[in-house]
């Protein structure tokens, strides 16, 4: 009985996964038959087709049935794990995801890793310190957060590959190539991050529990990384879900500008030239990863505050 209220948490976390999931797929089945053109066409290229042939490929392709009909085939496929075939690339798109998908991962969590640690460096080094050394720590992060991706990767590129040469330009090869994207994306989450584990921190400084054990001759530092710092991370988890599409999302454009692999520059070849199984397919798995991710999320915080497990029980 003890795990009833669990079952039901997870029970209502994976139907609402589902639902989500299910919402992403519509929308994305939605503005493929919205969007201006014929995808026929845009299949043939630069063919001429003729009528003949277009209703060929129509019928192959089933866009010649009622739209219910192709609304039901397309969930069944997609819950059988076809994504559909790239006019582009002409192949699955499940196995185009599949190929681009680790270097975006890699980026990602390059980027996270480097947000974290620095972040929690900053927060460790400002919390509950003087004014001017918090107010200059405030300051950088608002401009951290202000400033565009695509600017600072510019930045970046122009001083540390083009002036200096201390890392390639361009590509995705060995670890120098990716530590000035890592970088570029990482940069907006270090001000987000600092800013929330600020001031968890600083409330945490203030709570009972740290005044006695500070009476208790425990350190300043000790104080900061063992018990402030351990309570401040808990509203910082529950960024994570935002997290994750802001690395999706800033991935695309820092892939573009780094000519890296990976998802970006799939999403940006297939909205350029119009094809529209890959971005219905990279909304599709982006909506699963951000569910995914979110019920982890969840979970580990009801693992780490209590609190929340007495509250759903």
């Known amino acids: 009985m003890s795990h009833a ?3 039901r948490w997870l029970a209502r976390r994976l139907g609402l996964g589902v639902l989500v999931v299910l919402g992403a797929a519509t929308v994305a089945f939605v503005a493929f038959h919205l969007v201006p053109g014929d995808p026929v066409r845009v299949l043939l290229g630069a063919e001429t087709p003729t009528p003949d042939q277009l209703a060929e490929v129509r ?13 039901g085939s397309f969930l069944k496929a997609l819950f059988s794990g076809d994504l559909g075939y790239s006019f582009q690339a ?20 390059a980027a996270l890793v480097l947000a974290l640690a620095v972040s ?14 918090r107010g200059v720590s405030g300051l950088l992060e608002l401009i951290a957060i202000s400033t565009p991706g695509f600017w600072v990767g510019v930045l970046l590129l122009t001083f540390f590959s083009f002036r200096l ?16 994207p890592a970088v570029t994306l990482a940069l907006g989450l270090i001000g987000v991050f600092t800013q929330v584990l600020r001031a968890g921190m600083e409330r945490a400084l203030a709570e009972p529990f740290v005044l006695s054990s500070r009476a208790r001759g425990t350190g300043q530092t000790a104080v900061r990384r063992r018990h402030a710092l351990a309570h401040a991370v808990v509203p910082l988890i529950a960024l994570s879900g935002w997290t994750v599409g802001a690395l999706l999302s800033g991935s695309v454009i820092i892939e573009t500008i780094f000519s890296r692999q990976g998802l970006g520059r799939v999403v940006a070849t297939a909205v350029a030239g119009r094809d529209l199984p890959v ?15 979110s019920l982890f999320v ?10 929340l497990r007495e509250a759903v029980a």
């Open 120 to 133: 929690i460096g900053l927060a460790v080094a400002t919390a509950g310190r003087r004014p001017v050394l």
């Open 298 to 307: 969840d979970w580990f915080s009801r693992v780490v505050d209590p609190r």
């Open 59 to 71: 019928g192959r392709l089933g866009y010649d049935r009622p739209i219910l009909v192709q609304y």
């Open 5 to 7: 209220p669990g079952i």
């Open 279 to 293: 971005i219905t397919g990279v909304t599709v798995v982006s909506a699963v990863g951000f569910t995914l991710v």
């Open 165 to 180: 040469r201390l890392f390639p330009a361009v590509g995705s090869n060995g670890f120098g190539s990716l530590v000035l």
């Open 90 to 109: 002409q192949e699955p798109v499940s196995r185009l995801i599949g190929d681009q998908l680790p270097p975006t991962l890699e980026l990602a969590a």
